[in-house]
Each structure stands twice: as structure tokens, then as C-alpha cells.
T-cell receptor, first 116, second 111 residues
Framework: GAVVSQHPSWVICKSGTSVKIECRSL??????MFWYRQFPKQSLMLMAT?????????EQGVEKDKFLINHASLTLSTLTVTSAHPEDSSFYIC????????????FGNGTRLTVT | TQLLEQSPQFLSIQEGENLTVYCNSS?????LQWYRQEPGEGPVLLVT?????EVKKLKRLTFQFGDARKDSSLHITAAQPGDTGLYLC???????????FGSGTQLTVLP
């Protein structure tokens, strides 16, 4: 399996500021990482697929200019929430696939974002 | 769009009781995974079922994949407070698309 480290685990920011969340694959070279958003006691909503060395693929309804994804190396993907608003407050989780599409995922521990 | 509906959505039981969580779809999946997520953490894979009719046991947890590979169930025997969490099923359509996650079941086991 893969060990996935996500940082920070929680962050509070003011409206209008930007927040960067890091997702690191510690023991696996990940060409693909996924970013999810989760509301309390609800399932995961796939936001985007992060591809190393190329542009991320965003799901329908996810604003790519608001949720900037960078996957510059095989071990690091970042999600930047730009000009954050209170409605962006949520739990953001990244995951790594160690096999082809549909393979089990290894998740980070998530980042709790609160925008005041 | 492939949908995976889980039921019940919320379940609160006493320690020692048995329970079953269902994961249903009208679509066929080549495999199905179950994850458990504890508060403030990411989901952790419990099991993957691949063959229609397959039954897998993980201590007090029994997972079954439907014969038609459209549904799955998770049965927990003698639930313990440590079983509390959000249970998610996830289906692989086998078409090189990403996993489809179920709607989730929030389980609370009271001591």
C-alpha cells in the first residue's frame, strides 16, 4: 500500500485569502492523486484528478480557477483554495491510487478548512 | 451516471448487537470495495470483493458481493464501540473510470 500524508490537518482562514493543502505520497511514486470534498457524515465528492506533469482533470461543477491543483512531482500534489469564502469550509481529502483506475485508494487524513 | 445507494444512512445500536449495511446499484461492477472512516481521518480500505456471490470475513465483519455484482452487504456481529464510523462502499465499473463511492452509512455503537 501507500502511506499518504496530508498537511495541514486543519486550517482557519479569513474570507478572501487563499489556502494551500499539501498531499504527499511517502513511499509510492504517484502519477495520479485524487482530491475529494466531504461534508459532515456524508460521502466523498470527487473534485478533481491530479496528474503528475500535466493539468488536473476537474469534475463537473468544480471551478478550476478556484481550486488550483498542482502535481509537480511524483510525491506531491497541492490543492489551493483561492479567495476562500465561508461556503468553502469543508473537509478536503486526498488519495493515491497504486494501481489502474478502479483500484483501492489510500487516503490522507484530510484537512478541515474553516473560512471565517 | 452510476449510483451506489447505501442503507441505512444512519444507524445507532447498542454494543453487542448485530447489524447489516447494504450497498445497492442498478449497474454492474467488476469489483466493490468497503472502507471505514473515523472522525477527522481519511477512509481506510477494509476489503475488496471481486467475484459474484463472494463472501469474505474479517474477524466480526462479513462482506458479501451479490451474484449479479450489482450489490453488496456488510454484516457486523456483536458490534463494539470501536466499530463506530462512516462505512463507504465503492464500485469499480471496470471501464477505466474512477471509483464510484456510495452514499455512506454512519454507524454509532453505544457502550
Amino acid at each position: 500500500g501507500a502511506v499518504v500524508s496530508q498537511h495541514p490537518s486543519w486550517v482557519i482562514c479569513k474570507s478572501g485569502t487563499s489556502v494551500k493543502i499539501e498531499c504527499r505520497s511517502l513511499d509510492f511514486q504517484a502519477t495520479t492523486m485524487f482530491w475529494y470534498r466531504q461534508f459532515p457524515k456524508q460521502s466523498l465528492m470527487l473534485m478533481a484528478t491530479s496528474n503528475e506533469g500535466s493539468k488536473a482533470t476537474y469534475e463537473q461543477g468544480v471551478e478550476k480557477d478556484k481550486f488550483l491543483i498542482n502535481h509537480a512531482s511524483l510525491t506531491l500534489s497541492t490543492l489551493t483554495v483561492t479567495s476562500a469564502h465561508p461556503e468553502d469550509s469543508s473537509f478536503y481529502i486526498c488519495s493515491v491510487a497504486t494501481g489502474p483506475a478502479g483500484s483501492p485508494l489510500h487516503f490522507g487524513n484530510g484537512t478541515r478548512l474553516t473560512v471565517t | 451516471t452510476q449510483l451506489l445507494e447505501q442503507s441505512p444512512q444512519f444507524l445507532s445500536i447498542q454494543e453487542g448487537e448485530n447489524l447489516t449495511v447494504y450497498c445497492n446499484s442498478s449497474s454492474v461492477f467488476s469489483s466493490l470495495q468497503w472502507y471505514r472512516q473515523e472522525p477527522g481521518e481519511g477512509p481506510v480500505l477494509l476489503v475488496t470483493v471481486v467475484t459474484g456471490g463472494e463472501v469474505k470475513k474479517l474477524k466480526r465483519l462479513t462482506f458479501q458481493f451479490g451474484d449479479a455484482r450489482k450489490d453488496s452487504s456488510l454484516h457486523i456481529t456483536a458490534a463494539q464501540p470501536g466499530d463506530t464510523g462512516l462505512y463507504l462502499c465503492a464500485g469499480d465499473s471496470g471501464s477505466a473510470r474512477q471509483l464510484t463511492f456510495g452514499s455512506g452509512t454512519q454507524l454509532t455503537v453505544l457502550p
